[in-house]
């Protein structure tokens, strides 16, 4: 079945049963007095907005979101990016359930300096299964945020957008910060994700694999470690202070300096063997990372 298309926010409203929005581009949902006018369990739609999802009590439901599943907990904090499939599912109960949400086209603020900035928040690229779990005191201050939201809705004047436009950045900010914090307070999940890291790409990086696939990406391993490339640099960043494909090139380096040393293939079948299309490639990188190149590494040891 192919996905439903939600062109408009008004097509929105009338899936989940709320009356009419204010504005064409933005609305704030109190999903809890939603009354969902069409069956959406198993339907995938492709949603073309920002959407904001803070769950205040427990949901008993699962959710997807880019074919990723997560179950909803209190103090779940999920941001969806525009274009991508969202599929709610095995819904059991709507009692005591609490969950706001703000919805807003990018068009919105598509003429501002906004529009970029929002771009390069990495916790757009994360899966669910990634979400943001906050605090109460963190709860507090997005909900203060989506209270101002809410207020400037109800009094729409031209002075609106621009309101609107300065409290979703501040709302994008406190949640970077709060991704920061999580990442900062899980440290033992994330040293086992390391390891886990350090096992896939050594993995990636046996002979049978570079023949098959060649070098590894940071696609690839994010793929393989079920996380978003973005999820998993940012970790890798914060808790060991490379990227991931600092992590790859310092691998690969260190298998180039055994197999120049240990054996007499040339340069370029050395390349080949580590992966890389090219052996200028390989060359450039080895000099960049090693100072000198392979053949000179060579002859020094």
């Given amino acids: 079945m ?14 989940i049963g ?28 492709l949603n073309p907005f920002y959407v904001i999802l803070l769950y205040n009590k427990r949901v008993h439901s699962s959710f997807s979101y880019g074919r990723k599943d997560i179950e909803l907990n209190q103090g779940t904090l999920i941001v969806l990016r525009p274009d991508q499939i969202v599929q709610v599912y095995d819904i059991v109960s709507r009692e005591g359930v609490e969950v706001w949400g703000i919805v807003f086209h990018p068009d919105l603020i598509r003429s501002s300096p906004t529009y970029e900035q929002i771009a390069q928040y990495n916790f757009l690229a994360y899966n669910l299964n990634e979400a943001l779990q906050i605090s109460v005191q963190e709860k507090e201050i997005i909900q203060t945020i989506l209270n101002n939201i809410l207020g400037e809705y109800q009094l729409i004047d031209d002075y609106s957008t621009t309101v609107w436009v300065h409290q979703i950045v501040l709302l994008f900010t406190y949640i970077e910060r709060f991704y920061n914090r999580q990442f900062m307070a899980k440290k033992l999940e994330y040293t086992n994700i390391i390891i886990r890291f350090e096992k896939t790409l050594k993995a990636l990086l ?16 994010a793929k393989e470690m079920n996380l978003s490339r973005n999820y998993l640099g940012n970790l890798l960043k914060k808790e060991t202070g ?36 090219y052996p200028q ?5 080895f000099k960049k990372k090693v100072g000198v190149t392979p053949s000179q590494y060579r002859k020094l040891v």
Wanted: aromatic share 8%.
């Fill in 242 to 277: 490379k990227s991931t494909l600092e992590h790859v090139h310092t691998q690969v380096i260190n298998k180039a300096k055994t197999l120049l040393f240990n054996n007499e293939d040339s340069v370029a079948q050395i390349a080949f063997q580590l992966g890389f299309e």
């Fill in 18 to 45: 709320c009356p009419e929005p204010k504005h064409p581009l933005i609305s704030v949902i109190n999903f809890t007095e939603s009354t969902f006018t069409v069956d959406l369990v198993k339907v995938e739609l």
């Fill in 281 to 285: 490639y390989f060359s450039r990188l």
């Fill in 2 to 15: 192919e996905p439903i298309y939600i062109r408009t926010l008004a097509e929105l409203h009338g899936i």
């Fill in 206 to 221: 046996s002979a049978q694999e570079l023949e098959r696939n060649g070098l590894p990406t940071v696609e690839r391993l």
